[in-house]
């Protein structure tokens, strides 16, 4: 997993993994920058690398380190959840059909590093949470999954956003699956095509 915060999806991941709800394990968490994430990962006994963008000469030298970093973890899936840097086109092409994105609002609206706040200021009824399969654009890319999030009378950033996450710790877990699912089965169709 790919994060640079509190790391709360990846722990709710780690979580339906370890509940049997999702057919796998959290191999390995990877950050741009020491994050909370981080030490609940390590807390977790999972393993970590820290790739820090500010370590880097440039942001393609950061980027082959991150390709290795994750490519050593040997993933069935790439989930970025929180993780607040782009990917270079490389890094994507690198797991296609593999590499999925978690953002807190019903993409198409609201892509960007505030969609929580942005959602607020346009005086929307309704916000919610989506995953998707990353692209080479910001926060584009085929959708797996969204549910919907009521704004309340009254809601901060802050409040919306915790009942944001409330969704996104169920949302993801079953997106993770159906990306597999939908992967292993392409991979048997063009198997069977050899
Ligand atoms: C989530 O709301 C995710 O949608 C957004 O960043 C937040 C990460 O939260 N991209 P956490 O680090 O998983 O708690």
Redesign the pocket.
């Known amino acids: 997993m790919l994060?640079s915060?509190?790391?709360?999806?990846?722990l709710a991941l780690d979580d339906a993994c370890r509940h049997g709800a999702v057919p796998g394990e959290v191999v390995g968490v990877v950050a741009d920058r020491p994050c909370a994430?981080l030490g609940s990962a390590e807390e977790r006994g999972i393993p970590t690398a820290l790739v820090a963008f500010g370590e880097h000469s440039s942001r393609a030298v950061w980027n082959m380190a991150m390709y290795e970093a994750v490519l050593a973890l040997r993933p069935d899936l790439v989930v970025a959840?929180?993780f607040m840097r782009l990917l270079a086109p490389s890094f994507v092409d690198a797991w296609p059909g593999r590499l999925v994105n978690?953002?807190?609002a019903l993409l198409p609206s609201f892509p960007g590093a505030h969609a929580v706040r942005d959602a607020l200021a346009a005086g929307v009824d309704v916000t919610g949470?989506t995953v998707h399969l990353i692209d080479h654009e910001v926060d584009h890319g085929p959708v797996v999954a969204q549910e919907t999030v009521l704004v309340e009378p009254g809601d901060t950033e802050e409040s919306l956003?915790a009942r944001?996450?409330v969704v996104?710790h169920r949302l993801l877990p079953r997106a993770c699956v159906a990306v597999l699912e939908s992967f292993e089965q392409t991979a048997g169709r063009e198997g069977a095509r050899r």
């Open positions: 994060v915060g509190s790391g709360s999806n990846m994430g959840a929180g978690l953002h807190p949470a956003h944001i996450k996104e």
